[in-house]
């Protein structure tokens, strides 16, 4: 199901349905800009919602149930020598490392319906900058001011950055940042998602209903 079936205020921003992602171009088995999860995955991020509207606060996400084949997308792209966005996503990071420091892997917890990767932005958000194929990439370990113009907070580093900084708890990030990635992650475990530590931005619903299960489907 659509989350914002559940909570229409979640903000949408599918990256893998746009070319602004670590590949360069629109991932395979993206066809709408949708975030689909499972019914319980979708009632804990309602619940998360609702804590953070009081703060003037929301939930975007960028991705959640990833179809296998885009997971494939991804594994085909690691075997290239295509490094055409690695100035933003993996500016310090070797592309022969992604697979072994466990960046991409050829399954993935989104394809069971209860992963999500998001962030939080202020209530009313600043303005989105909209990326252009082709145009100077931002260094997404750089500071806020100098990285890619998304209108999440500070959480030091952008999404999809494989880098060490990304990890949730490296103690290099500064205030807000730091403050900002404990309190979604506190939220997100109060209703029922476990953070990856590597990712501050990614999270899986405990007790999943279809924990063995890698699905197809295309988003739409």
């Known amino acids: ?21 670590f590949v360069g171009e629109r991932i395979d088995g993206y066809e709408a800009n949708k975030c689909l999860v499972t019914p319980q995955a979708a009632e804990g991020l309602r619940r998360v919602q609702e804590e953070l509207r009081p703060k003037s606060l929301s939930l975007k996400v960028y991705d959640c149930y990833r179809p ?11 075997k290239t020598s295509d490094t055409r966005m690695k100035a933003e996503f993996y500016p310090t990071l070797g592309k022969d490392r992604l697979f072994p420091d466990g960046y991409i892997a050829e399954r993935s917890g989104h394809s069971r ?12 958000a600043r303005p989105q900058a909209q990326y252009r194929a082709g145009e100077g990439l931002a260094n997404c370990t750089a500071p806020q001011e100098r990285r890619f113009a998304d209108n999440s ?5 952008g999404f999809d950055c494989f880098d060490k900084l990304a990890h949730t708890a490296n103690p290099a990030i500064a205030q807000p940042a730091k403050g900002n990635r404990a309190l979604l992650k506190s939220l997100m475990d109060k209703h029922g998602f476990t953070n990856y530590a590597q990712e501050w931005w990614h999270f899986t ?16």
């Open 1 to 21: 199901m659509s989350v914002q079936d559940v909570d229409p205020s979640i903000v949408v921003e599918a990256r893998y349905f746009t070319d602004h992602n």
């Open 68 to 78: 296998q084949r885009a997971v494939n997308h991804f594994v085909r792209w690691a």
């Open 113 to 124: 319906g209860s992963t999500v990767d998001l962030t939080l932005i202020d209530v009313p």
């Open 153 to 157: 907070v500070d959480m030091g580093t």
């Open 205 to 220: 619903l405990r007790g999943e209903p279809h924990p063995g299960t890698y699905f197809d489907l295309p988003v739409r």
